[in-house]
């Protein structure tokens, strides 16, 4: 980046505490301060970054393409011990060039979160150096502390909002067919009393493979039941195995712990059928990635054996309603701070906000299973995703927390479509590629 534009950057980062607007607005950047090789000066650099899962963040030294290595590459190579600046927190760090299998790993792993790296790698003619950064003590702090997890930000293109949106109302009007032969089946009465249908995408029995079981959003009191089981249908297709489409029950006339106990029910009711507990992953999107969650608090509390994974798109996991992006997005997403004041009241119906399971931020984290969170930069429940990482990265959990561009709310619906744009066909590889490394 030229210089002047760097300083911009930099200027606006301090000045609103680690944000910027224009092209990097929602980005992840901190600031990578470096001594001089030959002066000895000090230089400031914005940089992306992304984390290893192992209390380290992570650079790139791409210099956009560019034949050599940028000029901060080869100030720490020189002088190791860099200062990183992250917003509100200044910390500093040591700075390791990966080498091998480990700097392909994760190379490899940004290169899945954003196709630009390996342009960039193939324009440059060179291999583009890794660079781990090791706090010399403490820890790099995220939304609320360290998230010893990988967060990564999917970058969005210039029209992906845009097509995202389109493919979305286009579901909305019009449920396009599922594929031939994976026609739903009814699953009563074996599913805990709760009806809903298997969709199996895969030729895996549940006693092979596992099962997912889908819970569908709609703010505690909608469901759609032409697009449901194609939504179950393409996490079949991610997990490998049949996805159960459950029905559970909907707020006002059932308002919490209804759907919750549905969802406790039809877990248990996989285990009385034999499914390893391990082999089950419980996914939702929205009030669904909620129930999800707080079903999971509900099972470790009556100390039945947990799934193996757990997904949340898009989840509300503070109905105390406190998350700063509920203000901060209201009016640039598709749902605004008012629907979700609506959906929590009738859910809750005088339930505590501020408790356990039903919200799922407030209880014990500790011992949950691996958990993928899921959302997008625009939308209102952005913090919620944020918190909920933090605070069970805090508690031994095993989080990975996906950010994507310029996304709104539950962007992913639109890997519905039969030509899904880039950010929902992402995140189903992504998906699929988290499934397969934790809960194959």
Do not use: C
């Not at 050599?68 to 590459?73: D, K, M, Q, V």
């Not at 757990?310 to 998350?323: C, H, I, K, N, Q």
Request: net charge negative; hydrophobic share 40%.
């Amino acid at each position: 980046m030229p210089h002047d534009f760097n300083q911009q950057i930099i200027q606006e980062f301090r000045a609103r505490g680690g944000k910027v607007g224009g092209p990097f607005e929602g980005a992840r950047l901190l600031l990578l301060t470096t001594t001089g090789a030959r002066s000895g000066a000090r230089h400031t650099v914005p940089l992306g970054y992304l984390h290893d899962g192992a209390g380290r963040v992570l650079v790139i030294a791409s210099a956009g393409g560019a034949p050599r290595h940028p000029a901060w590459y080869h100030n720490l190579r020189a002088h190791p011990r860099v200062t990183v600046e992250t917003g509100a927190h200044t910390v500093e760090a040591e700075a390791t060039v990966l080498e091998g299998e480990e700097r392909d790993r994760f190379f490899a792993r940004a290169v899945e979160a954003d196709r630009g790296w390996a342009d960039y790698e193939a324009r440059s003619g060179r291999v583009l150096p890794v660079v781990a950064l090791t706090p010399v003590s403490g820890a790099f702090p995220g939304p609320e502390g360290a998230i010893d997890a990988v967060e990564t930000l999917v970058p969005a293109g210039p029209d992906d909002h845009a097509a995202v949106m389109n493919e979305i109302r286009a579901l909305m009007s019009q449920a396009p067919p599922l594929p031939a032969g994976a026609d739903p089946a009814p699953a009563l009465p074996r599913t805990g009393g709760v009806p809903g249908r298997w969709v199996n995408a895969t030729e895996r029995s549940a006693g092979e493979a596992g099962v997912l079981l889908y819970v569908h959003g709609g703010g505690f009191e909608q469901t759609q039941p032409e697009l449901e089981p194609l939504m179950a249908y393409r996490l079949s297709q991610a997990a490998g195995r049949p996805a159960f489409n459950m029905d559970q029950r909907l707020a006002p006339a059932h308002p919490y712990p209804a759907a919750l106990d549905d969802v406790v029910a039809v877990h248990r009711s996989l285990l009385d059928q034999g499914v390893p507990a391990g082999r089950v992953i419980l996914s939702g999107e929205s009030s669904g990635g909620t129930l999800v969650l707080s079903a999971l608090l509900a099972l470790k509390q009556a100390g039945v054996p947990l799934p193996g994974a757990a997904v949340a798109v898009s989840p509300l996991t503070d109905l105390t309603l406190s998350s700063p992006s509920l203000d901060a997005n209201d009016g640039r997403d598709v749902v605004g701070r008012p629907v979700v004041e609506h959906i929590t009241t009738q859910y809750l119906a005088g339930a505590a906000a501020d408790r356990a399971p039903q919200s799922p931020l407030h209880g014990d984290l500790r011992g949950l299973p691996p958990l993928l969170l899921v959302a997008g930069t625009r939308e209102v429940l952005l913090d919620d995703a944020h918190r909920f990482a933090a605070a069970a990265s805090s508690a031994g959990v095993d989080v990975t927390l996906d950010l994507y561009e310029d996304m709104p709310h539950a962007f992913h619906t639109a890997v519905m479509s039969e030509d899904p744009p880039p950010p929902a066909a992402t995140f189903l590889r992504r998906l699929a590629g988290w499934i397969g490394g934790t809960a194959p």
